[in-house]
């Protein structure tokens, strides 16, 4: 079991995603789910959040898909970080009776061009996600508060647009690693119906799955186009 759900409604969830993989700590103390086989990513970082709108919490979870290692990579690397760093994505949703879910390119990759002239926006993944049946079924069922597909980089501390666009720039130009985030946010309340509960918990690991083999999928693409 993992030590950091101490709240008493998190045992059973941890009990149940341990048929996923191992449970680990983080080095910041979050629990992190490392997969027992055939997945495209290869962890789940899982953390809560609370609303800014009430007591309650969402949950955050994080799938890593490690394509170069700090170890492996090298200065040969950095054209294509530069070059996936354009298929960046987010879902946004719209209507109000019955809402709509599509994905869109990530709202950050427009003032960044700003301060990054040669970031080219790429909507090849966006278009393969808006086009998957699959997915946008499960986005649906899940009704998310959030969902992102960025790279990885460590975080810029600031409130201020301008400066975090400057120091993103750094990270851009020298980056050290390749991995992809597929972060999926979810207020789940497991009182409410338990069945349901679980149901979400499986629903949300199958679609980040899905988006993890599509981002690796556009990796290798990209790649061996460069």
């Known amino acids: 079991m993992v030590k950091s759900y101490s709240d008493g409604l998190l045992a059973p969830f941890a009990k149940y995603m341990a048929k996923y993989g191992d449970w680990q700590i983080s080095d910041l103390g979050a629990s992190v789910l490392v997969p027992k086989e055939n997945y495209h990513f290869d962890s789940i970082l899982v953390r809560s959040k609370r609303l800014s709108y009430s007591a309650d919490k969402s ?8 394509m170069i290692n700090k170890e492996d990579f090298s200065s040969e690397n950095f054209l294509l970080f530069q070059r996936l760093k354009g298929y960046e994505c ?6 109000h009776l019955r809402k709509k879910y599509s994905f869109q390119s990530a709202s950050l990759l427009e003032p960044l061009q700003i301060e990054i002239p040669g970031l080219y926006i790429n909507g090849s993944l966006v278009e393969s ?9 499960k986005v649906q069922k899940i009704v998310p508060d959030q969902i992102s597909i960025r790279l990885f980089s ?9 400066e975090y666009c400057r120091e993103y720039r750094k990270t851009y130009e020298s980056p050290t690693e390749l991995i992809w985030n597929v972060s999926i946010e ?10 349901r ?9 199958e679609l980040l799955e899905e988006i993890a083999s599509k981002v690796q999928r556009i990796t290798q693409e990209t790649q061996a186009r460069l």
Request: overall charge negative.
């Open 59 to 66: 949950w955050e979870f994080t799938a890593s898909v490690v």
């Open 129 to 137: 996600l808006n086009q998957d049946h699959s997915v946008l079924s």
């Open 154 to 162: 460590q975080p810029i501390v600031t409130k201020d647009l301008d």
């Open 197 to 205: 509960y679980f149901q979400t918990i499986d629903l949300i690991v």
């Open 90 to 95: 987010e879902v946004v949703r719209k209507g």
């Open 186 to 195: 979810k207020f789940v309340d497991m009182i409410l119906s338990r069945k």
